[in-house]
Structures are given as structure tokens and as C-alpha cells.
């Protein structure tokens, strides 16, 4: 028999079982789609579809927003409890937790999203859920973004920076949170079964349920080795021979690792991934080369930041 809303059913990890389970990788390119195809391996999951990103977490201060000008309306006569604000929004969220479940009665729901922007609200709004943040070398992610979206460089280092740094932050002030995995891509296409055995786990869903003979046969999705052959694309392939995403930076010069290493080093090591050392400096066509992509990515991040207050003004204009 399905729990009622908002229990979780029993099962033999002891853990409790989330009703949904949010995966949110750093960017696009840190594996979303392939962790989400490894829960829908387990004979109690179910992936939300066809909303294959969900874009909830990341939008999530258009409800905080909504909750601070309804209790700011509040009147202090009332002796409204302190904890009221918070209550109504964990209960909006609840609402979004139901939306997620309702096709899938009595599964496990996971939603995925390749974005961290606002991260820091998520047990705010789904206090009961889970949440699993993907990392990923920032190389990596940064070539395979070049290689699939024609991502400027300097851009997709200060995206990657800005998105590793807001892991962190999320990472340090949730650090006793059950409910909180944070799984290294690299570790994943490692040991796929491992890392699937450990979310299991924290999750309390049965690892009897999970056929990880399977897994040799889940296809790629969306990797940048299909732009290169002019052709991206997430419908499922079969997985080439020697296929290894994990270093797709080797072809880096020193000129790259050295600006990576200045915008989005510190963050790098923090996460618990290598630098590459690099040797001698730039040249003046590469330091004048650095300067303009460095312009370039501040002028489309301010834009995008004034894009998004637009947007919040003219949904809140009386």
C-alpha cells in the first residue's frame, strides 16, 4: 500500500525513503542524465519525463519572494508564530512534491537539472526530499561545454567557478544533512555500482532492487564526442569502445591551464581535483586575448543577472 503524503514506506536499508529525489549537476556536462538513468535501473524509481529539466530549484526565488510579501503584509498585532514564514513555504513546496509524484503513485520520483543556482534554498522548500549534487573536474566541464555549445573559454570559467563555489558554501552549511550526497562524476563512471549501492543507501531504497548487470548496457546521452561529429544530440547511443569522458582537458596548453587555474583554481582543489602545473607566462597576444574574454564574460553575466531582475519586476509589479 502507497504512504500516505508526506511518510516514507519502510524499507530494509532503515533509512527513510524520500518521496523525490532531486539530482542537480554543476552545469550541463557533469552527468545528470546519466545518473538519472542509472536510479531508473531500480524497480522503485521512477524519472520525471518529459520535463527532463525541471528548472524548480533554480527559480526558486519567485516562491521565497511570493512568502516574503505575503508575511510582510502580516500585521505584528496578530502574534503570527516566528516559524509561520518558513512553514508556508516548505508547505508550497510540498505542493511541487506533489506535482513531481502524481504520474508515478507509490515510486520514488527523481528530477534532475544540470544547474546549482540557489542551491542554498532547497531544504527550505523540500525539507523531506533528496538531493544529490553532482561535481565534476572543472576542465572537463569546461572543454566538453566548449566542444558541445561553443562555450568561450573565460565564460565557462567563471561559470564553473561561480557554480563550484556555490557547492561549497551549500556543502559547509548542510554538512550533517542525511539527505544531502554529493557524488564525484568521475567516481561514477568508475564504479557505477558502488556509488549506486552508497545512494541507496542514504536514500533507503532496497539495493535488492537494482539490476546492476544492466548497467553495461545503458547508452551515452548528449556527449560532446557527438558535436565534434556534427551531430549533438540526447537521444541514447551506444556507449563507443574506450569511451572515457573523464579527461577531455588533455589537449589543454599552458596558456588554458594558467587561466583556469587563476579564475577557478582555489575552487577546483577544494572540491578535491588536481590542478595542472603551469610553466612560464603569457604572451602579450594571449594576456590581450585573456582581458577581452574576461570582458566578454562579465558583460553576458551582468546581462543575464539584468535579464533576470527583469523578469522578477515585471512578475511582481502592482
Request: proline residues 7%; aromatic residues 10%; charged residues 25%.
Amino acid at each position: 500500500m502507497e504512504a500516505e503524503a508526506g511518510q516514507s514506506p519502510a524499507t530494509p536499508t532503515g533509512a527513510e525513503r524520500p518521496e523525490v529525489i532531486f539530482i542537480l549537476g554543476m552545469l550541463p556536462r557533469t552527468g545528470t542524465n546519466h545518473l538519472a538513468d542509472l536510479f531508473e535501473l531500480h524497480r522503485d524509481v521512477a524519472v520525471l519525463k518529459p520535463v527532463f529539466e525541471d528548472h524548480l530549484v533554480r527559480f526558486s526565488p519567485l516562491l521565497t519572494t511570493y512568502v516574503d510579501e505575503v508575511t510582510r503584509h502580516w500585521s505584528p498585532e496578530w502574534e503570527v508564530p516566528a516559524d509561520e514564514p518558513a512553514k508556508l513555504l516548505a508547505e508550497i513546496g510540498g505542493g511541487v512534491v506533489r506535482w513531481i509524484r502524481s504520474p508515478y503513485p507509490g515510486k520514488t520520483v527523481v528530477t534532475k537539472m544540470p544547474r546549482v543556482e540557489n542551491v542554498g534554498r532547497f531544504f527550505d522548500l523540500f525539507p523531506n526530499c533528496g538531493l544529490v549534487i553532482l561535481t565534476r573536474d572543472g576542465r572537463s566541464v569546461v572543454e566538453s561545454g566548449v566542444r558541445s555549445f561553443d562555450w568561450p573559454y573565460e565564460f565557462a570559467f567563471r561559470m564553473w567557478n561561480n557554480a563550484a563555489e556555490e557547492v561549497l558554501r551549500f556543502r559547509e552549511a548542510n554538512e550533517d544533512q542525511p539527505r544531502l550526497q554529493i557524488v564525484r562524476y568521475e567516481d561514477l563512471i568508475d564504479d557505477e555500482s558502488t556509488v549506486m549501492a552508497r545512494l541507496f543507501g542514504a536514500f533507503g531504497l532496497d539495493p535488492q532492487g537494482f539490476n546492476p548487470a544492466a548497467v553495461e548496457e545503458l547508452p551515452v546521452r548528449g556527449s560532446s564526442l557527438l558535436a565534434e561529429s556534427g551531430s549533438l544530440h540526447w537521444d541514447p547511443v551506444a556507449r563507443p569502445d574506450g569511451f572515457d569522458p573523464r579527461e577531455r582537458w588533455r589537449s589543454w596548453d599552458q596558456h588554458l591551464h594558467r587561466r583556469f587555474n587563476a579564475v577557478a583554481g582555489a575552487a577546483q582543489q577544494d572540491l578535491g581535483y588536481a590542478v595542472e602545473p603551469s610553466a612560464g607566462g603569457d604572451s602579450v597576444t594571449e594576456r590581450a586575448a585573456s582581458l577581452q574574454g574576461s570582458a566578454l564574460a562579465r558583460w553576458r553575466e551582468t546581462k543575464a543577472s539584468l535579464r533576470r531582475m527583469r523578469r522578477v519586476v515585471t512578475r511582481t509589479w502592482w
